[in-house]
T-cell receptor, first 113, second 111 residues
Framework: GAGVSQSPRYKVTKRGQDVALRCDPI?????LYWYRQALGQGPEFLTY????????KSGLPNDRFSAERPEGSISTLTIQRTEQRDSAMYRC???????????FGQGTRLTVV | EDQVTQSPEALRLQEGESSSLNCSYTVSGLRGLFWYRQDPGKGPEFLFTLYSAGEEKEKERLKATLTKKESFLHITAPKPEDSATYLCAVQAEGGSYIPTFGRGTSLIVHP
């Protein structure tokens, strides 16, 4: 696609529910990153893929968070048993190669009530 | 641990009043430094990549420069449409390709 696409744009869920956030990167991009961004802060790293391989998941806050990119393109970030503290803007970015600039999507605003 | 510090946190300028934003970094070795612009409610928009000390990149009223310890984003004769948050990110050598972001500088340009 022309840019990084994330869906849904907004998600409101009840505490304890599972949510899945989707990222469709720029076509052909090798690397895909997930970040979380609080208001007034820079993006905070969560996890990173090259092709379908998860290279680093050190930024995932706990084991309720997981991510996959099974065919090396679309990625899903899943949060199980959501808590209010999970409320944030979740951003996905992709880059053509691992050491090049990343391009961001519009993000998914998650609200846990 | 890689660290990125941006200053000032916020900056208010009059239209036409040139200034600079600072990004200081601490990494074991720099692979690349990226500047982004972020408008409210939008994702960061890529501006520049700098790879080595002494390198400069320009785009319209913006010029980014790099030394071994910091980068500057110079804004010449800014306009109100330059108002945004400017983010800096560094990518370290040595295996990890993860860009680490600073907290950003919020720029407001008054007409």
């Amino acid at each position: 696609g022309a840019g990084v696409s994330q869906s849904p744009r907004y998600k409101v869920t009840k505490r304890g529910q599972d949510v899945a956030l989707r990222c469709d990167p720029i076509s052909g991009h090798v690397s895909l990153y997930w970040y979380r961004q609080a208001l007034g802060q820079g993006p905070e790293f969560l996890t990173y893929f090259n092709y379908e391989a998860q290279q680093d998941k050190s930024g995932l806050p706990n084991d309720r968070f997981s991510a996959e990119r099974p065919e090396g393109s679309i990625s899903t970030l899943t949060i199980q048993r959501t808590e209010q503290r999970d409320s944030a803007m979740y951003r996905c970015a992709s880059s053509s190669e691992p050491n090049t600039e990343a391009f961001f999507g519009q993000g998914t605003r998650l609200t846990v009530v | 641990e890689d660290q990125v510090t941006q200053s000032p946190e916020a900056l208010r300028l009059q239209e036409g009043e040139s200034s600079s934003l600072n990004c200081s970094y601490t990494v074991s070795g720099l692979r690349g430094l990226f500047w982004y612009r972020q408008d409210p409610g939008k994702g960061p928009e890529f501006l520049f990549t700098l790879y080595s000390a002494g390198e400069e990149k320009e785009k319209e009223r913006l010029k980014a420069t790099l030394t071994k310890k910091e980068s500057f984003l110079h804004i010449t004769a800014p306009k109100p449409e330059d108002s945004a948050t400017y983010l800096c990110a560094v990518q370290a050598e040595g295996g990890s390709y993860i860009p680490t972001f600073g907290r950003g500088t919020s720029l407001i340009v008054h007409p």
